[in-house]
């Protein structure tokens, strides 16, 4: 059974950074590319990241791009997000999601668990 557990959130000022984790079980990691989606009050879920270990591709989406790294370390079956100079729009609960590879759309992905909440506060 694919699980997932997100970690790493927290209350931050803006142009700060945090970590998030993405901790994978019941799978093997480089048979699937693990997603990172956010949403925020009252919106919908977004992707915001995604990464294939199995060659190394990542993708962001461009209002992040140059602030947030996709990463994995594939022994510990973890994905990680690392987020710098946040904003107050980055704001909102984060949850990872798995897709088989390749996926060809954010709805591809799933299996979520539960999210980890990020605040950027101005």
């Known amino acids: 059974e694919v699980q997932l557990q997100a970690s790493g959130g927290g209350l931050v000022q803006v142009g700060g950074s945090l970590r998030l984790s993405c901790t994978a079980s019941g799978f093997v990691l480089d048979d699937y590319a693990i997603g990172w989606f956010r949403q925020a009050p009252g919106k919908e879920r977004e992707g915001v990241a995604m990464?294939?270990?199995?060659?190394?591709?990542?993708y962001v989406i461009g209002s992040v791009k140059g602030r947030f790294t996709i990463s994995s370390n594939v022994a510990k079956n973890t994905v990680f997000l690392q987020m710098n100079d946040l904003k107050p729009e980055d704001t909102g609960a984060y949850y990872c999601?798995?897709?088989?590879?390749?996926?060809?759309?954010?709805?591809?992905?799933?299996?979520w668990g539960q999210g980890t909440l990020v605040t950027v506060s101005s």
């Open positions: 999601g798995a897709a088989r590879i390749p996926p060809t759309d954010w709805a591809d992905f799933g299996s």
């Open positions: 990464i294939s270990t199995a060659d190394s591709s990542t």
